[in-house]
């Protein structure tokens, strides 16, 4: 069952062309956790955010809707996004180490969803913000909930964004880049930490992320952005053994593979356009090793097989094959 | 239950630390006994001194310093000791009404303008630098002719002109702290305006509230003893050190060092809220560094 849909987003920064955003659709489904993935600058954060309205000002969604359970989000009163922020939706920042209030203790901020949505009073949100912390893994959990911030590791602060994103049994955790400021060590255990948390509370997840390493080990479906388009669109399986656009495979064909040392490091070369000054056809063409001279046209949204959508004309039309990588 | 009262005594155990850090300033231990003998004086005043400042003794005008009148008497033989205490009592009283309207004003204005931006900022902001242009002192007289004189009055009228200050601080911390993720991610839990301007954004910027508070006391008190010098703030025959001051400055010729009382009385006082604020400052700012 589809739990969240956005269809046609597109942001906008008033006075500029074309948006930030453009034309992305993509599903999440109940229970299944999709990664939103791409370079900086390709506008991941800014969809992700967009979801719960926590767009900086200056920026408009000028199209499209997001559905989640039946309601659209993006035509919600300031009021019943309220409701939903912190209740049925989660979400869980990038950095842990400025995402907590340094005045309040961890258990009160832990305790705040509940307050705020369930209407429990401090005592028994405190209760609960205890079994909580317990159940994301830190131990000592009934001294710890008093404790300030600035007393917990980097990754102990972000197991305690997590618990306050799961205290009032979400459905979907929206997860920007939740690992990317924290150790590898300490990476693979939020991961880990995650995981359970998405099979035992039949979480919907999405993880905006750019390592292809997580995306590999958590993801169930992929939604790869770039320059405020959606490139491609699929299962994860199909992602890295079969990708249906150039700026894919070269994502994978990037990531370092073990084993092999002392090799190249594979770069895609230039960066991501900036916003007004994308490409008129395909936007990846510039930077693509496939480019021909049709690219220049505007790429239309191809389906290439059930659940899988790309941007590229030539794989659409059969003319182009890519390489695969394997989940290496 | 256990949970709520650990937590609690571990924010007290907070709390007490700041005060630690600020008293354990040999500087600011003795600002505040000064504000808290000054507390005693304007609490238990008519216990304390030695005669009923209001008492004249026109056989007694001026007279020398003494046992039984210890900073000798005014011009009408009133004892000025007994009317520094009486005065210390507006000598708080005042600058608490002053910085307690522009609080009123500013801190909403301020932190709303400062999260949100937007129309309330802009209007709120041309509204400041308008009162801000004006000459501090004739604001207050403006407002002064409308209110009419007397004390709150006056203070009142001062707090108005302190407002747009204290919204620009306010303002301006308030929109450096409305960046950091944790105020993104009250919002993101459901946490209403309102509450994240109170219970998110005010708590991070105390420091500078509490610093620009502690020194607006004592351009307060200042303020209060000009207005009262020239006749707006005190009315007779109560007793502030502005009017003290007045008193002392007509009757120079006879008594020349009557100006040193209720002066000495509000330097020290003004000198002792500005210390308090710098190592509230210093408290809270080493707190955070940790």
Known sequence: MTLLSVEGLTIDLPGRQPGLVEDVSFQVSEGRSTALIGESGCGKTLTSMSILGLLPAAVRVT?????????????????????????????????????????????????EARRLHLGERRGAALARARELLERVGIPNAARRIGAYPHEMSGGMQQRVMIAAAIACEPKLVIADEPTTALDVTIQAEILALLRDLQRDLDLAVLLVTHDLGVVADFCDEVVVMYAGHIAERTTVDRLFYDPGHPYSSAL???????????????????????????????????????????????????????????????????????????RG | MTTATLSSATRSSQRSRVI???????????????????VLFAVFGPLISPHDPDAQDLGNRFAELSWSHLLGTDEFGRDVASRIIQASRIALVAPLISVGVALLIGLP????????????????????????????????????????????????????????????????????????????????????????????????????LLVQVTILMGVALLAEASLSFIGLGVQPPDASWGSMLKAAYTNQFDAPYSVVPPGIAMVLTVLAFNTIGDAIRDAVGLRRGI
């Open chain 1, 252 to 326: 994978l064909a990037a990531v370092p593979q073990s084993g092999q040392a002392r090799s190249r490091l594979t770069v895609i070369p230039g960066r991501v356009p900036s916003a007004g000054g994308f490409p008129a056809g395909c936007r990846f063409e510039p930077r693509c090793a496939h480019a021909v001279e049709h690219c220049r046209e505007p790429q239309p949204d191809a389906l290439l097989g059930e659940g899988h959508r790309t941007r590229c004309g030539r794989v659409a039309s059969g003319d182009l094959t890519l390489k695969g990588a394997g």
């Open chain 1, 63 to 111: 199209a499209g809707s997001v559905w989640f359970d039946g309601v659209d989000l993006l035509t919600c009163t300031p009021r019943q996004l309220r409701r939903i922020r912190g209740g049925p939706v989660g979400m869980v920042f990038q950095e842990p180490m400025s995402s907590l209030n340094p005045t309040m203790t961890v258990g009160d901020q832990i305790a």
């Open chain 2, 20 to 38: 630690r850090n600020v008293l354990r300033r040999p500087s600011a231990a003795t600002a505040a006994g000064f504000v808290a003998v000054l």
């Open chain 2, 109 to 208: 204005f301020g932190l709303w303008a400062g999260l949100r931006r937007g129309v309330v900022d802009a209007v709120a902001g041309r509204l400041a630098d308008t009162v801000l242009s004006l000459p501090a002192m004739v604001g207050a007289l403006a407002i002064l002719a409308v209110l009419g004189p007397g004390l709150v009055n006056a203070m009142v009228a001062i707090g108005i002109i302190f407002a747009p200050g204290l919204f620009r601080v306010v303002r301006g911390a308030t929109l450096a702290v409305a960046e950091e993720t944790f105020v993104h991610s009250a919002v993101a839990i459901g946490s209403p305006t309102r509450r994240t301007l109170w219970v998110h954004i005010l708590p991070n910027i105390a420091a500078p």
